[in-house]
């Protein structure tokens, strides 16, 4: 996402409604399908699960996204997993191919199976900077005209770096000097993180997130609701 701008050329300011998580750092890609697999094959070997698939719906998900298998026999259904990290992708043109994720048990040769896998949009994060977030506006209507509202926002983080610090604003005009600090939302320190999470009731009209006290660098995704 880009950096708060406040010019007038600025792009137009996205509207948070009740119940629609939005993105001040980062983004989840609702216009692109969860990726689907049918699975041919299951194995294990040093207790790494290895599924022969296919995709059917969907794009090559990355390595560290999250899958999830259902309905294979073998092994008295050891390979039914439930967001369970991907370790390795290799996959063809035609999105056959195989698919890894860590799993305790005895070596198990390949064999033939049948069951589904599902891997969701993971959310895609961007690398840490300092500074303030584009901002996001509440819409009146969805609220029925009422500004006092739970708002919660969290960091998500892809790496951690050393330290930093994320903190949520709010303005009743989108001008920089205008926005006050309303909470943390998200600390890390000595490279873990100590607190994340912040929950408010507020009435602004306008909201952001303020990123600060970098050492090192990581990734992370910053996403509020109402």
Request: charged share 5%.
């Given at each position: 996402?880009?950096?708060?701008?406040?010019?007038?050329?600025?792009?137009?300011?996205?509207?948070?409604?009740?119940?629609?998580?939005?993105?001040?750092?980062?983004?989840?890609?609702?216009?692109?399908?969860?990726?689907?697999?049918?699975?041919?094959?299951?194995?294990?070997?040093?207790?790494v699960a290895t599924l022969g698939v296919t995709i059917y719906e969907g794009d090559v998900p990355a390595v560290g996204s999250l899958i999830s298998v259902q309905g294979t026999q073998n092994n008295v259904g050891a390979f039914n997993v439930t967001n369970v990290p991907l370790t390795a992708v290799a996959l063809n043109s035609a999105g056959v191919g195989t698919v890894s994720f860590a799993l305790v048990g005895a070596n198990f040769g390949i064999a033939g199976d049948a069951g589904i896998a599902i891997v969701p949009q993971p959310v895609r994060t961007e690398a840490i900077a300092a500074g303030a977030s584009v901002p996001v506006a509440m819409s009146n209507n969805s609220f029925g005209g009422d500004l006092d509202r739970t708002v919660t926002a969290?960091?998500?983080?892809?790496?951690?770096?050393?330290?930093?610090?994320?903190e949520l604003q709010g303005s009743m005009v989108n001008n920089d000097a205008d926005f006050v600090t309303l909470g943390t939302i998200a600390t890390v320190?000595?490279?873990?993180?100590?607190?994340?999470?912040?929950?408010?009731?507020?009435?602004?009209?306008?909201?952001?997130a303020l990123t600060s006290g970098i050492t090192g660098a990581g990734t992370y995704a910053v996403v509020i609701e109402a």
């Open positions: 996402m880009p950096a708060f701008n406040n010019s007038p050329f600025a792009a137009a300011i996205r509207l948070l409604y009740a119940g629609v998580a939005e993105y001040l750092w980062g983004s989840w890609p609702q216009d692109v399908s969860p990726t689907k697999f049918y699975v041919t094959s299951v194995a294990i070997a040093a207790n969290q960091a998500i983080f892809g790496s951690l770096p050393t330290a930093v610090t994320v320190a000595a490279s873990a993180v100590t607190a994340n999470g912040l929950t408010v009731v507020a009435n602004w009209l306008f909201y952001r």
